[in-house]
Protein backbone atom coordinates (compact mmCIF):
# COMPACT_ATOMS: atom_id res chain seq x y z
CA UNK A 1 0.00 0.00 0.00
CA UNK A 2 1.80 3.14 -1.19
CA UNK A 3 2.82 6.29 1.04
CA UNK A 4 0.82 8.96 -0.46
CA UNK A 5 1.51 11.84 2.45
CA UNK A 6 2.58 11.73 6.04
CA UNK A 7 1.78 14.87 8.27
CA UNK A 8 1.80 15.65 11.94
CA UNK A 9 2.77 11.71 13.03
CA UNK A 10 -0.60 10.82 10.26
CA UNK A 11 0.68 8.52 7.56
CA UNK A 12 -2.12 8.46 4.50
CA UNK A 13 -1.92 5.25 2.24
CA UNK A 14 -3.74 4.26 -0.60
CA UNK A 15 -4.75 0.81 -1.68
CA UNK A 16 -4.47 -0.91 -5.62
CA UNK A 17 -7.88 -0.49 -6.41
CA UNK A 18 -10.17 -3.81 -6.90
CA UNK A 19 -13.33 -4.39 -8.57
CA UNK A 20 -15.15 -4.51 -4.83
CA UNK A 21 -12.89 -1.97 -3.33
CA UNK A 22 -14.95 1.43 -3.45
CA UNK A 23 -15.72 3.85 -2.93
CA UNK A 24 -12.59 5.70 -3.46
CA UNK A 25 -10.87 6.27 -0.43
CA UNK A 26 -7.75 6.65 1.64
CA UNK A 27 -6.46 4.93 4.80
CA UNK A 28 -5.14 7.14 7.60
CA UNK A 29 -2.95 5.88 10.22
CA UNK A 30 -2.27 7.61 13.49
CA UNK A 31 -0.09 5.72 15.70
CA UNK A 32 -2.04 2.37 16.61
CA UNK A 33 -5.20 4.02 14.87
CA UNK A 34 -6.59 3.94 11.55
CA UNK A 35 -9.16 4.67 9.44
CA UNK A 36 -10.36 4.52 5.99
CA UNK A 37 -11.65 7.79 4.63
CA UNK A 38 -14.05 8.48 1.68
CA UNK A 39 -12.07 10.62 -0.99
CA UNK A 40 -15.41 12.14 -2.41
CA UNK A 41 -16.66 13.03 0.88
CA UNK A 42 -14.48 12.89 3.67
CA UNK A 43 -16.05 10.55 5.69
CA UNK A 44 -15.11 8.08 7.88
CA UNK A 45 -16.04 4.91 6.14
CA UNK A 46 -14.52 2.53 9.06
CA UNK A 47 -12.04 2.58 12.03
CA UNK A 48 -11.44 4.51 15.15
CA UNK A 49 -9.81 7.95 14.50
CA UNK A 50 -8.83 10.02 17.23
CA UNK A 51 -11.44 13.32 16.17
CA UNK A 52 -8.43 15.57 16.32
CA UNK A 53 -6.59 13.50 14.00
CA UNK A 54 -9.70 12.64 11.24
CA UNK A 55 -10.23 16.47 11.35
CA UNK A 56 -6.45 16.78 10.09
CA UNK A 57 -6.91 14.49 7.55
CA UNK A 58 -10.20 15.94 6.33
CA UNK A 59 -8.85 19.38 6.02
CA UNK A 60 -5.20 17.51 4.18
CA UNK A 61 -8.09 16.10 1.80
CA UNK A 62 -10.04 19.06 0.94
CA UNK A 63 -6.99 20.20 -0.96
CA UNK A 64 -5.87 17.20 -2.65
CA UNK A 65 -9.29 15.10 -3.77
CA UNK A 66 -8.64 16.06 -7.15
CA UNK A 67 -5.25 14.61 -7.32
CA UNK A 68 -6.25 11.41 -4.81
CA UNK A 69 -9.13 11.05 -7.01
CA UNK A 70 -6.67 10.66 -10.11
CA UNK A 71 -4.27 7.95 -8.68
CA UNK A 72 -7.51 5.98 -7.66
CA UNK A 73 -8.52 5.98 -11.20
CA UNK A 74 -5.33 5.40 -12.79
CA UNK A 75 -3.41 3.36 -10.03
CA UNK A 76 -0.34 6.38 -10.57
CA UNK A 77 1.04 6.82 -6.78
CA UNK A 78 2.87 9.70 -6.37
CA UNK A 79 3.92 11.48 -2.78
CA UNK A 80 1.79 14.66 -2.12
CA UNK A 81 2.35 17.55 0.30
CA UNK A 82 1.76 17.43 3.87
CA UNK A 83 -0.20 18.96 5.78
CA UNK A 84 1.42 22.70 6.91
Given at each position: ??????????I??????Q?????P??????????G?????????I???L???????????????????E?M?????????P???
Amino acid sequence: MPVVARFFGIIIKMYYQQTDHNPPHIHAIYGEYMGAICVVNGRMIEGDLPPRALMLVQEWLGFYRTELEAMWNTQEFKQLPPLD
